[in-house]
Nanobody
């Protein structure tokens, strides 16, 4: 069974930094996109940052210049470095990946992590 396990959330003061990590376990043929989403209380889940299989990235406007997403495909990991954190970054952060399960199946499947809470507060 394919799973994503996140780590690295917690409480940080405004202006501080946190690093979120996520590792995919289980058998996959290849991994396509990996991403981080977040959901703040009372709001819909939104894309924070995405990294494609070739390393191309896409960021939500409010995090550009502050957050950086990276991946190590061979290790099936994706990381989100968050700097200059603001109270409005407070949310549950979810790791996401889509992948093919085998060479013989060209469907892309999706998997989500369980979420990790990031709280930015003084």
């Amino acid at each position: 069974q394919v799973q994503l396990v996140e780590s690295g959330g917690g409480l940080v003061q405004p202006g501080g930094s946190l690093r979120l990590s996520c590792v995919l376990s289980g058998s996959t043929f290849n991994i396509n996109n990996m991403a981080w989403y977040r959901q703040a209380p009372g709001k819909e889940r939104e894309l924070v940052a995405l990294i494609g299989p070739g390393g191309d990235t896409n960021y939500e406007e409010s995090v550009k210049g502050r957050f950086a997403i990276s991946r190590v495909t061979k290790k099936k990991t994706v990381t989100l470095q968050m700097n200059s954190l603001k109270p409005e970054d407070t949310a549950v952060y979810y790791c996401y990946a889509d992948y093919r399960s085998s060479y013989y199946d060209d469907r892309y499947l999706e998997v989500w992590g369980q979420g990790t809470l990031v709280t930015v507060s003084s």
